[in-house]
């Protein structure tokens, strides 16, 4: 068995295509229907209805033919004690024998794999408008809501897949930032973009589009700029309350930021997973009690990978998405790890 920690995962690098297209053979293989993956349980206790651990069991077939669970704390208040939000663990077993084959203990494989996720839904999206609006070059102004661990992450992985297609970027962050703090911008972060990994090729992207970033004095100013909007927050109540501007695509990462309201227009709406986002006070749980959305009313990410979805909606139409986050995808990326780990002769052989 392999054990890696956070070091041996910055050591084996973030390198964000092989990350995304091992997502998008992962959507596949779900689309093909060779995976198990039920719906996942939350712990709650001692009266705290915010702290929870959630296990996110699944099985991924095809050429990955794995299987594995994720246990994963989050605390949102152990912000304020200085201590990080989430918590994460997975372990892999053989989908033959059973027997365990990995334990992957760190942060950044699930915070890695939701930027991943958003970067597939963002590519397809370009891709979408670009064939329908082939005269008219894609142009991205980002925004990016919650500049934590998650928000510096997308961050990298817009500047490092995106960075040619953005004009401008905006952050903010309810907390604050500065983007000269080595600690908070990812882009220009040598403890994050080097430890990473990341060649220098790859670091220059970043830096450049370190100097086109720009820190929102709100988030109504950065709402009002951005076609592109990350929502990456641990905010305890919904607060955007504005309409998205027309054809922006929104990135809601965090779930629970929007109004019913703010999204009264918008019809372009893709999940994860159905059944697993429309619950645990969700903004698609919000709509769904509130103007009655149902699941035929949404488009899958399956949709829009395999049968290119997006192109079925008007250019101007936003586009919300809202990922539950899927253990199949986390299982897919964690064998990625591995891989790549076992590769490079990193982390930590252990005996039963």
């Known amino acids: ?60 077939g095809g050429s990955m033919h794995t ?135 790859d670091t220059g992207k970043n830096v450049g589009l370190r100097g086109r970033t720009k820190v929102a004095g709100s988030w109504q100013e950065l709402y009002s700029r951005c076609n592109v909007i990350i929502t990456c927050t641990v905010s305890d109540r919904r607060y955007i309350d504005l309409p998205p501007l027309p054809g922006s695509l929104l990135l809601d990462v965090s779930l629970r930021d929007y109004t019913a309201a703010a999204l009264s227009s918008v019809n372009a709406i893709i999940v994860d997973d159905w059944d697993e986002v429309c619950r645990e006070n969700t903004d698609i749980e919000l709509l769904h009690k509130a103007r009655g959305l149902a699941k035929e009313g949404t488009r899958s990410l399956a949709d829009v990978v395999c049968r290119s979805a997006l192109a079925g909606f008007d250019p101007a139409e936003p586009v919300l998405f809202c990922p539950m986050g899927m253990a199949v995808f986390d299982i897919a990326t964690a064998n990625y790890w591995v891989q790549k780990a076992r590769e490079l002769g990193i982390g930590l052989e252990i005996e039963a």
Not at 14 to 23: A, M, T
Not at 32 to 52: E, M, T
Request: glycine residues 8%.
């Open 1 to 60: 068995m392999i054990y890696l920690g956070e070091k041996h995962i910055r050591a084996a690098g973030l390198h964000w295509q092989e990350l995304v297209d091992r997502i998008e053979d992962a959507v596949h293989v779900m689309d093909s229907g060779d995976y198990a993956q039920p719906v996942k349980p939350y712990l709650r206790y001692g009266g705290h209805a915010a702290n929870r651990i959630i296990a996110m069991p699944a099985y991924v």
């Open 67 to 201: 299987a594995g669970i994720k246990w994963i704390a989050s605390f949102p208040g152990n912000l304020q004690a200085g201590l990080p939000r989430a918590h994460s663990l997975l372990v892999l077993n053989d989908a033959d024998t059973g027997m365990p084959y990995a334990i992957v203990h760190a942060s950044l494989p699930s915070a890695a794999r939701t930027a991943a996720v958003s970067a597939v839904l963002l590519r397809h999206y370009l891709r979408a408008r670009s064939a329908q609006q082939p005269s008219k070059p894609q142009r991205i102004t980002l925004g990016i809501i919650g500049f934590g661990p998650v928000g510096q992450l997308h961050y990298d992985m817009c500047g490092q897949l995106f960075g040619e297609t953005i004009d401008e970027a905006y952050v903010y962050d309810i907390r604050g930032v500065e983007l000269d703090d080595i600690n908070l911008a990812a882009a220009a972060a040598a403890d994050v973009v080097s430890t990473a990994g990341t060649d220098t090729a």
